[in-house]
DNA sequence: ACCTGAACACCGTTCAAGT
DNA sequence: ACCTGAACACCGTTCAAGT
């Protein structure tokens, strides 16, 4: 039962696996103790309370995702593969991406990828108002569809579902319209056609044309 | 002190206007049952539990989410006004809108603006499978948009801020990029620049081109 | 059918006291 | 500098008892 002294490096990485697992509100004091065979009290002493050791795990994660490499010939590629990469790191800490998301820093944690988009918008020939709006749209698009497909998969059978509400007169005239909308979308496939969509349209040489 | 006979309404009620000026983290039952005159237990036999309760609240809110009538001469025009409707429905409820989103709920509630969408893209000339695609990638897109900008708002001063990362080096050769990119976004040009450009793309005429 | 108070098993947090 | 147990003020929920 010695066990050695306790650091906050141990607390954050316990509290973090727990975090991991099971979500922020299996996260309590006394279980976490419990889990570092120490007194409740003692955690106070190493991160002060628990809404800042949910702060630290969240910095922690803003830190974790830092490097962003793009890949790719053309900008339009390399924007998809920026596009790529975060959706991948993103889903494999869904838990704490709704930490940082619910405590405001979704923003922050997307600069690397900002960067990135910079980058590589004026590669493309795009400079000034005009690229600082196509990098944060495309931003925008990115940390938006993810955060829309996490809520998709972590909600429970929809009532009533898509399957449902879409039989065959839903869309009048156009029954493989129907049909495809009564069947649930493939992510992936979605969410590449619509950043290779929006990138083709925001760099396009002529923005003349509005909807 | 002589109150008529509680009803499940008038809970809800009280619950409602709790969470709206609040957020869901003030609603206690037993803080609720004060407001109310009641006893705590009293709360329970009309609405089960707190989750229950929750729950209802979020029901309500999906159906005032109901009706969308899209204005304007063009489908895209069309498209961006149902875009723009939604966007001032869900800034008058932001915490209720976020408990419809971690129930998982964001896509049901979206529905009728699914189906206004789904008409808007069949009179551009969509069809079938194509058209189910640019319907929920303008779906996603909004819905997305708007997460983040919520967020966005919701975040406190964020350190290091925006205007510090984006020193007048950041975008070397353009300094009217950075410039741009220190300063914060305008949300409203910045959504419908977006909806804009995407459903451009998404309606044009050849699909070929692909990034 | 509706309401009640008492009780239970949890929380996060503080504090004085230890070493 | 670090750890501890006891105590406080909260929770949500259950239950037997009232009318």
Do not use: C, K
Not at 70 to 84: F, K, L, Q, Y
Not at 171 to 178: M, Q, T
């Amino acid at each position: 039962m010695a066990r050695s002294a306790l650091t906050r490096e141990e607390v954050l990485d316990a509290a973090a696996a727990l975090v991991r697992r099971h979500g922020p509100a299996a996260l309590t004091m006394r279980g976490l103790a419990a889990e570092l065979g120490t007194a409740v009290t003692s955690i106070y002493w190493h991160v002060g309370n628990r809404e800042s050791l949910l702060d630290a795990l969240v910095e922690r994660t803003v830190l974790e995702m830092g490097a962003i490499r793009p890949s790719g010939r053309t900008p339009a590629e390399r924007i998809v593969s920026v596009a790529r990469l975060l959706r991948r790191e993103l889903r494999e800490r869904p838990h704490l991406i709704a930490m940082v998301h619910e405590r405001g820093l979704t923003e922050r944690m997307f600069l690397p990828a900002q960067q990135a988009l910079v980058q590589e918008v004026g590669a493309a020939g795009l400079r000034g108002a005009r690229a600082a709006d196509a990098v944060r749209a495309i931003q925008f698009q990115i940390v938006g569809y993810l955060l829309v497909e996490r809520n998709r998969e972590r909600s429970p059978a929809q009532s009533p579902g898509e399957g449902e509400l879409w039989g065959p007169d839903a869309a009048p005239g156009d029954p493989a319209l129907s049909r495809a909308l009564a069947s649930p979308p493939d992510p992936e496939r979605l969410f590449l056609l619509s950043v290779r969509a929006l990138t083709r349209a925001l760099l396009a040489p002529d923005p003349a044309s509005r909807g």
